[in-house]
């Protein structure tokens, strides 16, 4: 299987972390929006999306990458990102998928508008030090840390079990 992960992250590489645990477990390519075309983006048997949260949504690239993807039948996608909110608990509990639910759900819609079905999606934390939080060391300081890593290592393993259905 040829997997995909298309990434934007620059603030803290918060999201890079992410992706480099996931890209090792799904043996995948990593590429920026700005690096791969859709044609190419929809070669791949699973393609990944992820990037940082902004405004509520994942990062404008990811999302404009997405618009352009051409129409595909029985390709899967799988989503994540990391977040400068403080989690509203631990990524099982009912509140955090409602969350994580609510951001990805840009995403997610135009995926599965052009044909994709979506494997799966993870969140974590991210450090954050935007505006004048940056003055107090920021959000969530240290994250992701080697739980979330951890975590994201698990998600990429079901992810390719799902994958391989």
Known sequence: MNVLVVLLSYHHGNTKKV???IARVLDADVRTPQDVTPEEASRYDLLGMGSGIYSGRH???LLELAERL???TSKRA??????????VGDAGSKRFQE???????????KMIYKGYSISGEFSCPGLNTNS??????????GRPNV??????EDFARMVLTEASR
């Open 19 to 21: 992706a480099d645990v």
């Open 59 to 61: 990062h404008q690239a």
């Open 70 to 72: 051409p129409p595909v």
């Open 78 to 87: 799988f989503l994540f990102s990391t977040s400068s909110a403080v989690m």
């Open 99 to 109: 969350y994580m639910g609510e951001i990805h759900a840009p995403l997610r819609e």
């Open 132 to 141: 004048f939080i940056r003055h107090f060391g920021g959000l969530n300081k």
């Open 147 to 152: 739980e979330d890593l951890a975590h994201a």
